[in-house]
């Protein structure tokens, strides 16, 4: 059987650097520099994220949110407490 984790995430677009961070309750934010048109924020997310987690982008995929601030993310080949470890 698979790993796959869904990931939820808030964005904010326009930033004046890119990070992912969690708050002090442990949600995950990401902070991108690109703007939200033509979904280059949204592969910028992609980008960052298997960065920071040091997997391939194929393995991220958005499954909800892809037009909206709030996000779930699929990642595949992980369990959540290795996303929440490296992040």
């Given at each position: 059987m698979r790993t796959r984790t869904?990931?939820?995430v808030t964005v904010t677009p326009r930033s004046s650097r890119s990070s992912i961070t969690r708050d002090e309750?442990?949600?995950?934010?990401?902070h991108l520099n690109s703007p939200p048109a033509d979904g280059r924020a949204n592969e910028e997310l992609i980008k960052l994220l298997a960065r920071i987690l040091g997997i391939a982008k194929s393995r991220i995929s958005i499954e909800k949110g892809d037009r909206g601030r709030k996000k779930i993310l699929l990642i595949e080949g992980m369990t959540e407490e290795e996303v929440r470890q490296r992040i």
């Open positions: 869904l990931l939820a309750r442990g949600d995950v934010k990401a």
